[in-house]
């Protein structure tokens, strides 16, 4: 995909009379359009940070053609630009319309949260580890989970499954999310895990390697280390997970 460079009038016909739905710093970040679509500002980083190199608006881009080849909904990306006036890039995709995991948790249907795990262990089945999963970043569109805000995704070139390391750091990643906390209190962390677990099919052993790990990296240093891993009570395990 090209990247067009706007001028400060070109930026306006493609801003038109759209609807501000996140600023910035006091500058737009996400905006929608009438005919529905989301025009995304991203605002460079440091000098020094990987986004010089590798751009986030191309990595959003590569991402969304490898999640959509996977059977994941994406939007569906329209167009690049750089809008020089305010140094970022910028990208412009469907609005998916719906609510997001967040929203209708707070209006306390736990129903989607409820499929939640089942979705993401989808995920890592196909090789996908996305870091920024956060409640406010799925998008249940059409009954589907829809995936947006998808520059830090990662996928394994071949389809195969994330191994057990990833899979754990990208669950305790979702837990520790400050914005999400509330929520996964009232949901219960365990209850998460569970339905994790039954979705991936894990055999027991396999189940307490999870736990272990996610414990493990929510607390950021390694907690209690039985002598073998088939030693681990699950139940053991899990109460770490909860209490921390
Ligand atoms: N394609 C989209 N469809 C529906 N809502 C979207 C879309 N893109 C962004 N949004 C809304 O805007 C919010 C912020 O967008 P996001 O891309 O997650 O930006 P940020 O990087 O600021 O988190 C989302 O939580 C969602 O509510
Ligand atoms: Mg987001």
């Given at each position: 995909m090209t990247v067009q460079r706007l001028t400060d009038s070109a930026y306006l016909q493609l801003v038109g009379d759209a609807q501000v739905l996140k600023l910035r710093r006091g500058k737009p970040a996400i905006l929608l359009t009438s005919d529905q679509r989301i025009i995304k500002h991203i605002y460079r980083r440091s000098w020094f940070s990987s986004s010089r190199i590798w751009p986030y608006a191309q990595r959003f881009i590569n991402n969304a053609t490898l999640l959509h080849q996977r059977g994941i909904k994406v939007p569906t990306i329209h167009g690049r630009y750089y809008y020089p006036t305010f140094g970022c890039d910028i990208l412009v995709y469907d609005y998916l319309d719906g609510k997001s995991l967040f929203t209708y948790a707070q209006e306390n249907n736990f129903s989607y949260l409820e499929k939640t795990p089942a979705f993401l262990s989808r995920l890592h089945e196909l090789g996908i580890y996305f870091r920024d999963f956060h409640l406010d970043n799925v998008i249940i569109h059409n009954n589907e989970f829809a995936l947006i805000d998808i520059a830090s995704v990662k996928c394994r070139r071949q389809t195969r499954g994330l191994n057990f390391k990833y899979r754990a750091k990208n669950i305790a990643h979702l837990f520790s999310k400050n914005e999400d906390q509330e929520i996964y209190r009232i949901f219960g962390k365990n209850n998460f895990l569970r339905r994790y677990v039954k979705s991936a099919n894990l055999s027991r052993r396999k189940t307490a390697l999870l736990y272990y790990l996610v414990s493990r990296y929510r607390l950021k240093k390694p907690p209690f280390?039985?002598?073998?891993?088939?030693?681990?009570?699950i139940n053991d395990v899990a109460s770490q997970v909860v209490s921390s």
């Open positions: 280390l039985p002598a073998k891993t088939n030693d681990l009570e």
